[in-house]
């Protein structure tokens, strides 16, 4: 992937952006173009497999984390720009194509990119995460997600992993709720190892809950009700794009148990894989999410493909789009899941 690939994920906004100044239909071009085009193209276009040979370069350059960082003040400006054209002067189909485009920024910048800078180690790039999480009212997942789905993946334990025989619509409900309360558990048991009271405003979840109900608040008292619930169903289709993603990347892949009853350790097969370039590159390398779970503090760039890695037949949004077709999905997805079972 070379570098400039990366910028692809930029003509998000810029759809968006046409999307909000268009009439009609035409509001709906993002979802048009990112999963009607960009599957499409990725059926044409075949998966790359090699792994980069300068990585210490790529780790050592800035250009890497800047156009991560970028994401931030654009996702904010275009959703209070949401906020100041939505509403009574759009017809039904303009509001529901642009509320659709904006929960297509939460998913994609809102959530995606804050799941990269959340597996980092410095504030101000876990602030980052923290802002954009709360544009797409997911800031449970910072807990959540470093602290309980990299521990329980692959396993009943993790609400966030799907099994089997699953369908998504039943997964999106399961892990969202799921991975809601796992992080009041996961907070109030390491406020306990303190010694201080889960109601404490140390207590993450606690906190992250009282941020999203205030920012609400506040779209509503300036924005009015209307605006307000378009928002809240942007930050939903967003969310719901995230667990399309968390299903299909653990989707039937689990872990066994050891004689001490212990899983084992969490290896690059208990993953989905696609090594399709346009979905690595709009989502910032996710797709290689075998390499990403192995070892959690490697940044996008430096993610390698590696022929233990299950592969999945397309790009993300193309397996996205499947999963919504759960016959067809399980019909694709176990006899793969039976192979990969039969070589372990």
Same mark, same amino acid.
């Given at each position: 992937?070379?570098?400039?690939?990366?910028?692809?994920?930029?003509?998000?906004?810029?759809?968006?952006?046409?999307?909000?100044?268009?009439?009609?239909?035409?509001?709906?071009?993002?979802?048009?173009?990112?999963?009607?085009?960009?599957?499409?193209?990725?059926?044409?276009?075949?998966?790359?497999?090699?792994?980069?040979?300068?990585?210490?370069?790529?780790?050592?350059?800035?250009?890497?984390?800047?156009?991560?960082?970028?994401?931030?003040?654009?996702?904010?400006?275009?959703?209070?720009?949401?906020?100041?054209?939505?509403?009574?002067?759009?017809?039904?189909?303009?509001?529901?194509?642009?509320?659709?485009?904006?929960? %297509?920024?939460?998913?994609?910048?809102?959530?995606?990119?804050?799941?990269?800078?959340?597996?980092?180690?410095?504030?101000?790039?876990?602030?980052?995460?923290?802002?954009?999480?709360?544009?797409?009212?997911?800031?449970?997942?910072?807990?959540?997600?470093?602290?309980?789905?990299?521990?329980?993946?692959?396993?009943?334990?993790?609400?966030?992993?799907?099994?089997?025989?699953?369908?998504?619509?039943?997964?999106?409900?399961?892990?969202?709720?799921?991975?809601?309360?796992?992080?009041?558990?996961?907070?109030?048991?390491?406020?306990?190892? &303190?010694?201080?009271?889960?109601?404490?405003?140390?207590?993450?979840?606690?906190?992250?809950?009282?941020?999203?109900?205030?920012?609400?608040?506040?779209?509503?008292?300036?924005?009015?009700?209307?605006?307000?619930?378009?928002?809240?169903?942007?930050?939903?289709?967003?969310?719901?794009?995230?667990?399309?993603?968390?299903?299909?990347?653990?989707?039937? %892949?689990?872990?066994? &148990?050891?004689?001490?009853?212990?899983?084992?350790?969490?290896?690059?097969?208990?993953?989905?894989?696609?090594?399709?370039?346009?979905?690595?590159?709009? %989502?910032?390398? %996710?797709?290689?999410?075998?390499?990403?779970?192995?070892?959690?503090?490697?940044?996008?760039?430096?993610?390698?493909?590696?022929?233990?890695?299950?592969?999945?037949?397309?790009?993300?949004?193309?397996?996205?789009?499947?999963?919504?077709?759960?016959?067809?999905?399980?019909?694709?997805?176990? &006899?793969?899941?039976?192979?990969?079972?039969?070589?372990?």
């Amino acid at each position: 992937m070379k570098k400039w690939t990366y910028l692809f994920v930029y003509l998000l906004p810029v759809t968006v952006y046409a999307a909000f100044n268009l009439p009609g239909i035409y509001t709906f071009s993002p979802i048009i173009i990112f999963y009607g085009l960009v599957p499409l193209l990725e059926l044409i276009i075949p998966a790359n497999h090699k792994n980069s040979t300068d990585i210490d370069a790529r780790l050592a350059s800035k250009y890497f984390d800047i156009i991560l960082y970028l994401a931030v003040p654009i996702q904010v400006g275009f959703l209070f720009y949401f906020f100041s054209i939505i509403g009574a002067q759009h017809t039904l189909v303009e509001n529901i194509g642009m509320t659709l485009s904006m929960g %297509l920024m939460c998913g994609v910048f809102g959530i995606n990119i804050a799941h990269e800078l959340g597996h980092r180690n410095t504030w101000y790039e876990r602030l980052m995460a923290e802002i954009l999480l709360l544009t797409s009212l997911e800031m449970h997942f910072m807990p959540y997600h470093n602290n309980g789905h990299h521990h329980n993946v692959a396993t009943p334990n993790d609400p966030a992993t799907a099994g089997k025989d699953e369908p998504v619509y039943i997964f999106w409900f399961k892990s969202q709720i799921g991975s809601y309360f796992t992080a009041w558990k996961l907070e109030n048991k390491r406020l306990k190892q &303190k010694g201080k009271s889960a109601l404490s405003l140390q207590n993450k979840a606690l906190v992250y809950s009282l941020i999203q109900w205030v920012f609400v608040a506040l779209i509503y008292y300036f924005y009015g009700a209307n605006t307000c619930l378009l928002f809240i169903a942007a930050a939903i289709f967003g969310i719901l794009l995230l667990e399309t993603v968390n299903y299909i990347e653990h989707y039937g %892949l689990l872990r066994k &148990k050891n004689e001490n009853g212990r899983y084992e350790r969490v290896m690059h097969w208990h993953s989905w894989n696609s090594d399709h370039p346009l979905g690595r590159a709009m %989502l910032f390398e %996710l797709s290689r999410h075998s390499d990403h779970h192995y070892r959690a503090s490697k940044k996008y760039q430096s993610l390698v493909s590696l022929p233990e890695n299950p592969q999945m037949p397309t790009g993300y949004p193309g397996m996205m789009l499947l999963s919504l077709i759960p016959p067809l999905w399980f019909w694709h997805m176990n &006899k793969r899941i039976e192979s990969i079972s039969n070589t372990k």
